[in-house]
């Protein structure tokens, strides 16, 4: 097990992890390539082999030649056989390449089809991951929120700032809870935790695992499974409140929403045993740290609209503190970074599935207008 960063340590723009859509388009340029000159090299092969044979059988009807032709007809087979096994291996090569990207660098995977493409989507989705396991997740809607923390917060990390307008333009669905242990394991197939239980959030997972469960669960659904960007993350651990914690400022109350230092007993817990916060969201603060999408950049200084991150970079981001941080580090605004291959007993995270293309079904009547807000539990 590591420990987190939660102080930004250097990381250097693009020193390392090419962002996923512009590797698996060179790799595609690559395979087109290679697949063009595949068919060159097989197409030069089967005449080069025509040509051989051709000689082959003249000299075969020649006096004296046949020993000569019976050469030349097995080299012109030699050199089809060859071609067509290179052809072969260009072909392998490049898939597994392309594969390889995929599994761990793109998240978004938009032929899926999305959750729902009507004005009413309704406020609940159950992914049905099979073998009775289920995930439940709840509309989170539309909406502009202040990204970050004020100076004055106390526990502030000078990364946690500027903090910035940011409107999430599209509503989507997330998980309620952390990805437990037993919906890991039905789409993975392994449970690689540390600290064991069926609804125990799954831990001891690294980015890149998780980008291959979400693309395994994409395909399992049709829905277009991902991880929230940090700013979706925020927004929806915030549910509509400005405090350092989703239930207020005092962290004495952390103990009602969060398994913490203070009372976890250095072990996970089941998900979805402390209050949720007012969109109907466990252990946003608390029990593992959750994995977003996002490489580790710096905040920008005005209002902008549904950030992704930086394009590259060295660090992905988690959130939300963890079993075995202090109130400080659970709170809503608090950033925990490390390298995408880590893994650690503390680094877990939670899904959302995008709804695209869909305006957002209508407020509440308690609704301003201006800030989002989920349909409650
Ligand atoms: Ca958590």
Excluded at 123 to 134: C, D, F, R, S
Excluded at 288 to 298: K, L, N, T
Excluded at 338 to 365: H, L, N, Q, T
Aim: proline letters at 7%; charged letters at 20%; glycine letters at 14%.
């Amino acid at each position: 097990m590591t420990t987190a960063s939660v102080v930004p340590t250097g990381p250097s723009p693009g020193a390392a992890g090419a962002p996923g859509k512009a590797k698996t388009s060179g790799l595609a340029v690559a395979s087109l390539v290679a697949g063009i000159l595949g068919l060159c090299t097989a197409g030069l092969g089967g005449i080069a082999g025509l040509i051989l044979g051709i000689v082959a059988l003249k000299k075969i009807g020649r006096s004296g030649g046949a020993l000569r032709g019976r050469g030349l007809a097995i080299a012109g087979l030699i050199v089809s056989a060859c071609t067509v096994l290179v052809w072969m291996l260009v072909g392998v090569v490049a898939g597994v390449k392309i594969l390889d990207v995929r599994r761990g660098a793109d998240l978004v995977y938009t032929e899926f089809a999305p959750a729902a493409s009507t004005a009413a989507a309704p406020a609940e989705l159950a992914l049905n991951l099979g073998g009775g396991v289920t995930m439940k997740m709840v509309l989170i809607r539309p909406g502009k929120f202040m990204m970050g923390s004020p100076d004055s917060e106390k526990g502030r990390v000078v990364h946690e700032g500027p903090q910035h307008e940011v409107t999430i333009s599209k509503p989507f669905y997330m998980g309620v809870t952390e990805v437990t242990q037993e919906q890991y394991e039905a789409i993975m197939g392994k449970n690689p935790s540390g600290w064991k239980g069926a609804t125990n959030p799954v831990e001891n997972v690294s980015w890149d695992d998780v980008a291959q469960f979400c693309k395994k669960l994409s395909e399992k659904t049709r829905q277009a499974v991902r991880l929230p960007t940090e700013a979706e993350w925020e927004y929806a651990c915030r549910a509509d409140t400005q405090t350092a914690f989703s239930f207020g400022d005092d962290p004495s109350a952390l103990g009602d929403y969060a398994w913490w230092d203070g009372n976890s007993g250095k072990t996970t817990h089941p998900v979805g045993q402390k209050k949720p916060n007012a969109w109907g969201l466990y252990d946003m603060h608390g029990n593992v740290c959750e994995w977003c999408a996002d490489w580790y950049g710096d905040y920008p200084s005005g209002a902008v609209k549904d950030p992704q991150g930086p394009a590259s970079g060295t660090y992905r981001v988690l959130r939300g503190g963890c079993l075995l941080t202090t109130p400080g580090v659970d709170r809503s605004a608090l950033r925990v970074l490390d390298p995408p291959s880590e893994r650690s007993g503390i680094y877990g995270f939670r899904v959302v599935v995008s709804v695209a293309g869909s305006p957002a079904p209508p407020a509440p009547a308690a609704d301003d207008g201006d800030v989002g807000r989920a349909v409650g539990p």
